[in-house]
């Protein structure tokens, strides 16, 4: 989904919004905000919407990386901003593809997600089975939970648990190594999931930006967030 804008442009590169798992472009990055904020910042706005997710309801057998990387071909170089799973999808298609990108913002990308195989499709089948139950799995907070966020969104239950089931490929902390962008990432004090000292670690030309008091969830819709965020992509390159 692409948001033209009209006003003069600060940078030529579009800035390409990838979402977390439940949501899409428009719940999480127009309804909060992000979208007109980066506009009226003189930004062209592009939003890829995760497998299964949104526009790409039927792409549930596609790679979220792959997604996003056929989006950036078009524009030559661009910054791109992700959150949780968009976030790795993100630092994905940067590792692979690292002239592509010129600037990247992380949100909500915990070191556990790489070191624990949380994306492993084992370590998932109870929320997968959980979204695709016709009974409210009650005793699965977490489903509970993200059942609200799809509903909320639009999207179709099965589609993202068909997303979740599939295989994909994933980053490493080698491939984190070859990123040449310019990255923040933005962790919150009070994730659950903990904190991301090793995918800034790894990544070379990182900064970090930790917001006290706030959960996974909150980190994209926390003012401080995307005040840090805007202000990073929208910094002139050197």
């Known amino acids: 989904m692409t ?19 439940a949501t899409n472009t428009d719940a999480l990055w127009r309804k909060t905000g992000w979208v007109d904020s980066l506009e009226a910042s003189g930004r062209t706005v592009i939003g890829v919407d995760l497998p299964g997710h949104g526009a790409s309801k039927d792409a549930v057998d596609r790679d979220a990386a792959d997604l996003l990387l056929e989006e950036v071909v078009k524009h030559g170089s661009v910054d791109a901003i992700g959150f949780s799973v968009g976030a790795w999808a993100l630092l994905l298609a940067a590792s692979e593809q690292p002239t592509a990108f010129e600037r990247i913002a992380v949100l909500g990308a915990a070191d556990m997600v790489l070191t624990g195989g949380m994306q492993a499709e084992a370590m998932q089948r109870p929320l997968i089975e959980a979204l695709r139950s016709t009974a409210e799995p009650t005793d699965n907070p977490m489903a509970m939970m993200l059942r609200g966020m799809i509903a909320d969104a639009g999207n179709d239950r099965d589609s993202v648990a068909d997303y979740l089931a599939a295989s994909k490929r994933f980053a490493t902390v080698e491939g984190l190594a070859a990123i040449t962008a310019a990255t923040v990432i933005v962790e919150g004090g009070a994730d659950m999931a903990g904190p991301s000292d090793l995918v800034a670690q790894s990544i070379p030309n990182s900064e970090r930006v930790v917001i006290e008091g706030v959960d996974h969830f909150e980190i994209p819709i926390s003012a401080e967030c995307r005040s840090a965020v805007e202000s990073f992509v929208n910094r002139p390159s050197r």
């Open 3 to 21: 948001t033209p804008n009209s006003r003069n442009s600060s940078s030529e590169r579009p800035v390409i919004l990838i979402h977390g798992i």
